[in-house]
């Protein structure tokens, strides 16, 4: 149990898929303008995570070398239609906010390079905990990125304008501001790893 917990806790911090490992920066910088679509952002991309993880560790022993790039894609991509579905039934708001960042989940470096690395080499179940460390790992990161931007950028926290009659910075809440937030948060976090 302890070695499990050691993958979810290795996905968070260690092996921080946006502070650490630099990857999946498109949805990263694109989908943090506010906390909430960072936050949304995480989750689904730990949905598809975790669920294609445990697919490919279950299948990976039958697929031929040749063409596991392509079956694992098509893994990837079946997890990500049923999200989608999902969020057009159920939160139609936050799939229109994230537009095309859902079915470019099934690219994303993180989901693939997991899915190639971890999953296709080991058990289902060190595979879901894997999916789910990286995956919270994402999350947290696009979340608080989100927030970060949100508060510079307009004011406000998950929506809630907190300071009022300022609009806040609008620089944070383009393109520009995410580079900077992102920039002095992963000195943050790296210099609060190397305590």
Known sequence: ?????????D????????F???LGMCPTLATTTSAINGLSMGLATLFVLVLSNMAISAIARWVPDKVHIPVYIVVIATFVTLLELLMKAYT???????GLFIPLIVVNCIVLGRAEAFASRNG??????DGLGVGLGFTAS?????????????GSVFGFNFIGGHDGMLAFVMA???????????????RFLKK
């Open 142 to 154: 696009l979340t608080v990125l989100g927030l970060v931007r949100e508060i510079l950028g307009s």
């Open 1 to 9: 149990m302890s070695n499990k917990l050691k993958l979810i806790g």
């Open 20 to 22: 650490v490992l630099l």
């Open 176 to 190: 520009p501001g995410a580079f900077l937030c992102l920039g002095y948060l992963m000195v943050l976090f790296n």
């Open 92 to 98: 139609p708001a936050i799939y229109e906010a994230l």
């Open 124 to 129: 289902v179940l060190a595979s879901a905990c």
């Open 11 to 18: 996905g968070l911090v260690r092996n921080n898929p946006t």
